[in-house]
């Protein structure tokens, strides 16, 4: 009897063996707890990689639509600040918009020269305005003997663009050298299309 209950005292309940078996990690396979470690780890980075990227674009659009200077060609800008006659802002965005600085003729500043302006109004929102922004400076320069061609952000000049009801971009309104309009027209889809349009502009007499 006495060598029976030390025996027993030795052997472990069946279940209680049974549920030790249970956590001890089989030969060779990883430890679950590592396991865990590693998958949260994994988590935690593509977490840390999507807020980064959200990031980025939200510093993107803001960008965008912030209307802070853009990274353009220095030729590009030269050659529409030489196309208004004067010194312009650029704003960035869909389009870029080369911002005249200057005052439109009126009849209480007249154009001493006798030019025509062609304001166009524009937005850096503007798709079809993105879309004329690879010839319309390009296009305008060929005329600088009969007209002025001044960009102006209907944001930035929302006095103008009221005063000449202008209701979507790109409008283009045509004015004496007095700040009169004249004509005024809406997208062109080419270059052609557009010099056609300035090339009725009349000359400035005498």
């Known amino acids: 009897m006495k060598g029976e209950g030390m025996a027993n005292r030795n052997v472990r309940p069946a279940g209680k063996q049974r549920r030790s078996q249970q956590r001890r990690p089989a030969a060779g396979s990883p430890d679950p707890a590592r396991r865990g470690g590693v998958w949260w780890r ?5 977490a840390l990689a999507t807020v980064a990227l959200v990031l980025v674009a939200l510093g993107g659009f803001f960008l965008l639509r912030g209307g802070g200077s853009a990274a353009v060609a220095p030729a590009l ?3 529409a600040q030489a196309n208004s006659g004067g010194p312009v802002r650029v704003l960035n965005g869909v389009h870029t918009v080369f911002h005249s600085e200057l005052p439109l003729p009126s009849a209480a500043a007249p154009r001493s020269d006798g ?4 304001v166009w109004f ?3 929102w503007c798709e079809f305005c993105a879309q004329m922004q690879s010839y319309a400076n390009d ?5 600088r003997d009969r007209l002025v061609f001044m960009e102006k952000s209907v944001d930035d000049d929302a006095s103008d663009a009221s005063r000449f009801h202008v209701r979507g971009t790109p409008t ?7 700040g009169n309009e004249v004509s005024r027209f809406g997208f062109q889809t080419t270059a052609a299309a557009f010099e056609a349009l300035l ?8």
Not at 42 to 46: F, I, L, Q, T
Not at 115 to 118: K, N, W
Not at 172 to 178: G, I, P, Q
């Open 42 to 46: 994994s988590r935690r980075v593509a």
């Open 77 to 79: 800008a030269a050659e």
């Open 115 to 118: 030019r025509y302006t062609v």
């Open 122 to 124: 524009s937005g850096t």
């Open 139 to 143: 296009s305008a320069a060929k005329f």
């Open 172 to 178: 283009f309104v045509v004015l004496d050298a007095h």
């Open 199 to 206: 090339a009725q502009v009349p000359k400035p007499q005498g």
